[in-house]
């Protein structure tokens, strides 16, 4: 079967740094991508991984290990704002976008 | 710019009703996606067209009907909904379906609520 775990919810602090985790097992593996839901509000992309190692893009980094079956998207210098669901998707072999369940990010000030 | 909209942002409509969710893209992408999302779960796939023609259909019931007549625009008809039906619906379009690193970008989604 095809699965893909995150952790349901997590708490960080403004101005810390928070690392969410995906791990994921499917049919094939076409690239990783990460998207941010505020509430009430549609996803919106944030990244996409296909090679192993870490891709930076601002306060957001994203890392992939292919043979772990592993991902995390890395949040510094945390805001307010940042408050939101991240979700990890897999696209199989079939170029077919497999979703985890999503993390619920708190930021406490 | 990546830009999909989607009207209307809210619909309430009765179990006897038909109403029609519309959506457009002027990216130039070819394939639209039409997704369903239930509070705290992930966007569920309905139906994906890809150049103007149905490529997939999720075992969606016949109450929704999806229609794209043309490159840029892509509807869904809703017919004898139920409650249950009462979602968000998203609305996505990317470059081309089939592709590696195909990213999806969503619309902002109709609130439809079935009473």
């Known amino acids: 079967g095809q699965n893909i775990d995150q952790p349901t919810e997590m708490t960080a602090t403004e101005g810390a740094i928070v690392q969410i985790n995906c791990t994921y097992q499917?049919?094939?593996?076409?690239?990783l991508f990460w998207y941010q839901q505020h509430a009430g509000e549609a996803p919106t992309f944030l990244s996409y991984?296909?090679l192993d190692g870490l891709e930076e893009k601002g306060r957001f980094s994203s890392f992939l290990s292919r043979s772990k079956g592993y991902s995390y998207l890395l949040l510094k210098e945390l805001q307010m704002k940042d408050s939101a669901s991240y979700l990890c998707a897999v696209e199989d072999s079939n170029y077919q976008l497999i979703w985890g369940a999503g993390t619920k990010l708190i930021i406490k000030p | 710019d990546t830009e999909v909209t989607q009207t209307p942002k809210h619909l309430v409509m009765g179990m006897t009703n038909k109403k029609s969710l519309k959506c457009e893209q002027h990216m130039g992408h070819r394939a639209m996606y039409w997704y369903k999302q239930k509070a705290k779960k992930p966007p569920e796939l309905m139906f994906v067209?890809?150049?103007?023609?149905?490529?997939i259909n999720e075992s969606v019931p016949s109450r929704f009907s999806p229609e794209c007549p043309n490159s840029s625009l892509l509807n869904l008809h809703l017919h004898a909904l139920q409650p249950e039906d009462s979602a968000l619906y998203l609305c996505?379009?990317?470059?081309?379906?089939?592709?590696?690193?195909?990213?999806?970008?969503f619309g902002e989604g109709s609130w439809l609520t079935v009473v």
């Open positions: 499917t049919s094939g593996f076409n690239g």
């Open positions: 996505a379009s990317s470059q081309e379906q089939g592709l590696s690193g195909n990213t999806i970008y």
């Open positions: 067209y890809s150049y103007e023609k149905l490529s």
């Open positions: 991984n296909v």
